[in-house]
């Protein structure tokens, strides 16, 4: 069982429904729950918005979605064109101790690692490709 799906964004939170639609058009005709849904929309969004903020700086760009529902699992891979940047090189942050004391920044991508089983990064002819692997339940 394949079915390959895409979509392009403009990098604008405004598109996040059509990301929110998206995602969960893909995981509720691959068979997932409502739980995996949200939190893959949640990572993808997270993810998105690391795109918008911090690849583009809120300036023009797309990010273009590609979905592959495998058998046992599921790879949505997130394409853009902006700087370099590898998310699976952001370390673990600091998640105890006072909120006011703690560094700035590394809870999205720690959110889109808890939401799938496994993310991967390529930077490919100038195109960051960030792949998120969820498995079935």
């Known amino acids: 069982m394949t079915q390959k799906r895409e979509i392009t964004l403009a990098a604008s939170v405004d598109e996040f429904p059509r990301a929110a639609e998206f995602v969960e058009e893909i995981l509720t005709e691959a068979g997932f729950g409502m739980k995996k849904i949200l939190e893959v929309q949640l990572a993808v969004e997270e993810a998105c918005t ?18 592959d529902a495998q058998s046992d699992h599921l790879v949505m891979t997130l394409e853009d064109e902006g ?16 909120v006011e004391e703690r560094d700035v920044g590394g809870m ?7 939401f799938v089983e496994d993310l991967r990064y390529e930077f490919v002819d100038g195109k960051n490709t960030l792949t998120l692997i969820v498995k079935r339940e």
Do not use: C, K, M, W
């Open 108 to 114: 999205g991508v720690h959110l889109i690692r808890s």
């Open 83 to 98: 700087p370099q940047f590898d998310p699976t090189a952001v370390g673990e942050p600091e998640l105890t101790g006072d």
């Open 50 to 67: 690391n795109v918008i903020n911090h690849g583009y700086e809120g300036g023009d760009g797309s990010i273009r979605i590609t979905s």
